[in-house]
């Protein structure tokens, strides 16, 4: 009898980890009526920018949740970056608007409406509100210890990913960085994809905001924590984004072009969920914790050199990206494919009017070693990396954009 053949040692099992339920297409908020009467809510907390009052993107929201006759409370005052004293803020007037200490809890269910920075502070404030937990113990790391109010989630527009994350990202001044509440928990129970809710968005926004998709769906294909879901979702992320992010910055009412970037962001967010972004963020945690960067001008900044340096020893991988995003690289080998993919990275940026220097933002160079040691404390996704990161390495690719 024969010896049984050597069984090589399988991959760590891998969790894919998805909103409840998700409704994406032009005119999908037209279902939200029937989101809001699946979970018996008849009193909603809808949390949002002051920006998406002023451009009139609540309104088709308010419109729709009144006709069904649902009562609505609005908190308008979630800022960009949202650090922890905007987080107390709105969780107080959401506390109000609660009744909390109440028998009968006034609110049904949490809507966050708008960018990475409400929907991360609506995921927050929805565990706040039903648990006994204090936002000071999330950010030192104690444990979401159950699931909070019914979320529905709508972004406006097509970066973060935020919808489809277990993640909530806020600010912390005093140790200048941007801390993750990470739990399951914090899953959405519905998502609403509407396109029709991007339109004439500013190019600027989306440029910085398409970029940072870009860079989930790339950092998480290349993490040490890939899997065959994020890669999956990885590659589809990398062809949508990267066939209409230039249509959607040229015409801003391309609804095609607005449909596949609320996608590519939407599989960011699902591939962070079950991957990880990577040096990437890392680096650009404390450019938006210390300068204030918008988060993905910050990512969109680096993704190019942070590539370049981690195409090293993964070709292979990095040539599959390139035919992902449409290369021209079927006569190239992958050492030749990789280099083309950077160098694509390098020239969407400057198609897309990203700044190519840090002192644009504001950076100088005596300050590259408080942002070094800020990206450094990052361990949870420098560990990610596919190639590993010094302190001299990290110097290297700021001083790279000074």
């Given at each position: 009898?024969?010896?049984?053949?050597?069984?090589?040692?399988?991959?760590?099992?891998?969790?894919?980890?998805?909103?409840?339920?998700?409704?994406?297409?032009?005119?999908?908020?037209?279902?939200?009526?029937?989101?809001?009467?699946?979970?018996?809510?008849?009193?909603?907390?809808?949390?949002?920018?002051?920006?998406?009052?002023?451009?009139?993107?609540?309104q088709p929201v308010l419109?729709?949740?009144?006709?069904?006759?649902?009562?609505?409370?609005?908190?308008?005052?979630?800022p960009p970056e949202p650090?922890?004293?905007?987080?107390?803020?709105?969780?107080?007037?959401?506390?109000?608007?609660?009744?909390?200490?109440?028998?009968?809890?006034?609110?049904?269910?949490?809507?966050?409406?708008?960018?990475?920075?409400?929907?991360?502070?609506?995921?927050?404030?929805?565990?706040?509100?039903?648990?006994?937990?204090?936002?000071?113990?999330?950010?030192?790391?104690?444990?979401?210890?159950?699931?909070?109010?019914?979320?529905?989630?709508?972004?406006?527009?097509?970066?973060?990913?935020?919808?489809?994350?277990?993640?909530?990202?806020?600010?912390?001044?005093?140790?200048?960085?941007?801390?993750?509440?990470?739990?399951?928990?914090?899953?959405?129970?519905?998502?609403?994809?509407?396109?029709?809710?991007?339109?004439?968005?500013?190019?600027?926004?989306?440029?910085?905001?398409?970029?940072?998709?870009?860079?989930?769906?790339?950092?998480?294909?290349?993490?040490?924590?890939?899997?065959?879901?994020?890669?999956?979702?990885?590659?589809?992320?990398?062809?949508?984004?990267?066939?209409?992010?230039?249509?959607?910055?040229?015409?801003?009412?391309?609804?095609?072009?607005?449909?596949?970037?609320?996608?590519?962001?939407?599989?960011?967010?699902?591939?962070?969920?079950?991957s990880s972004t990577t040096?990437?963020?890392?680096?650009?945690?404390?450019?938006?914790?210390?300068?204030?960067?918008?988060?993905?001008?910050?990512?969109?900044?680096?993704?190019?050199?942070?590539?370049?340096?981690?195409?090293?020893?993964?070709?292979?991988?990095?040539?599959?990206?390139?035919?992902?995003?449409?290369?021209?690289?079927?006569?190239?080998?992958?050492?030749?494919?990789?280099?083309?993919?950077?160098?694509?990275?390098?020239?969407?940026?400057?198609?897309?009017?990203?700044?190519?220097?840090?002192?644009?933002?504001?950076?100088?160079?005596?300050?590259?070693?408080?942002?070094?040691?800020?990206?450094?404390?990052?361990?949870?996704?420098?560990?990610?990396?596919?190639?590993?990161?010094?302190?001299?390495?990290?110097?290297?690719?700021?001083?790279?954009?000074?």
């Amino acid at each position: 009898m024969n010896a049984p053949s050597q069984i090589s040692t399988p991959p760590s099992a891998a969790v894919l980890h998805q909103a409840g339920r998700v409704i994406a297409g032009a005119g999908s908020l037209a279902r939200l009526p029937e989101l809001v009467a699946e979970r018996g809510a008849r009193r909603i907390l809808l949390i949002c920018g002051r920006h998406v009052l002023a451009d009139g993107r609540v309104q088709p929201v308010l419109r729709t949740l009144a006709d069904a006759g649902v009562a609505v409370t609005l908190i308008d005052r979630t800022p960009p970056e949202p650090a922890v004293a905007d987080v107390e803020a709105v969780l107080a007037e959401a506390r109000a608007a609660a009744g909390e200490g109440q028998t009968d809890l006034a609110i049904d269910l949490v809507m966050g409406l708008g960018g990475g920075s409400a929907i991360d502070v609506a995921k927050a404030v929805a565990v706040l509100l039903a648990q006994p937990v204090t936002l000071e113990q999330l950010l030192n790391g104690t444990p979401v210890p159950g699931r909070g109010l019914p979320t529905v989630l709508i972004p406006t527009t097509a970066g973060t990913g935020a919808e489809a994350t277990p993640n909530s990202i806020i600010l912390v001044p005093e140790r200048a960085l941007k801390i993750g509440i990470v739990s399951p928990y914090l899953l959405p129970d519905a998502v609403i994809l509407d396109p029709l809710l991007t339109l004439g968005l500013p190019p600027a926004v989306t440029a910085s905001t398409g970029m940072d998709a870009l860079a989930h769906v790339i950092e998480c294909y290349t993490s040490k924590k890939g899997n065959a879901f994020s890669d999956l979702y990885a590659l589809e992320g990398i062809r949508l984004i990267s066939r209409s992010i230039r249509r959607a910055f040229t015409d801003g009412q391309d609804v095609v072009a607005r449909q596949d970037m609320l996608m590519g962001a939407y599989w960011g967010g699902v591939c962070i969920a079950t991957s990880s972004t990577t040096a990437v963020h890392a680096l650009a945690y404390p450019l938006g914790g210390t300068f204030h960067v918008p988060h993905g001008l910050s990512n969109a900044m680096l993704l190019p050199a942070v590539m370049d340096f981690n195409r090293v020893g993964n070709e292979g991988r990095f040539a599959q990206m390139a035919r992902a995003m449409g290369l021209n690289v079927a006569a190239l080998d992958d050492a030749k494919a990789s280099q083309r993919f950077v160098d694509a990275l390098r020239q969407l940026n400057a198609d897309l009017g990203i700044p190519s220097g840090l002192k644009s933002v504001g950076v100088k160079p005596e300050q590259l070693d408080a942002l070094v040691d800020g990206a450094a404390k990052v361990t949870r996704l420098l560990d990610n990396n596919p190639r590993p990161m010094t302190r001299a390495d990290l110097r290297a690719i700021y001083e790279q954009l000074i």
